[in-house]
């Protein structure tokens, strides 16, 4: 009996050496996309699911940030910011309610 223990004590000592290593946790980024001149700045590049976008309306007129698959719809007067923080990876089409010319596509990469 006691042999069978020792055994079985060595077994798992040697499972619990051959852990896995845990992925390396993503550290959330912010990135800020300014609205202006009936327009989107530049698409964020390195977007990850939990990264914040701050959306930014520098111009004269309201403008949306409203994803086409409905994960977002910043809603800015001019003057005003607001964010949306991005939940899954994929590709994101954005355009504005207001200025349906007005379009962007987010590319968020997979963790």
């Not at 290593?21 to 996309?33: E, G, I, K, L, S």
């Not at 001019?78 to 987010?106: F, N």
């Amino acid at each position: 009996m006691k042999a069978a223990l020792i055994g079985v004590a060595i077994a798992f000592g040697a499972l619990a050496g051959c852990q896995r290593a845990a992925a390396p946790a993503h550290h959330t980024a912010t990135y800020t996309v300014v609205m202006k001149d009936l327009a989107y700045g530049p698409a964020p590049s390195g977007l990850m699911p939990g990264d914040t976008i701050v959306w930014k309306n520098a111009d004269i007129f309201r403008h949306t940030a409203t994803a086409r698959n409905g994960a977002f719809d910043v809603d800015l007067q001019p003057g005003q910011s607001g964010a949306t923080i991005v939940k899954t990876a994929g590709v994101i089409d954005v355009y504005c309610r207001y200025h349906p010319d007005m379009t962007m596509r987010l590319v968020v990469n997979s963790p």
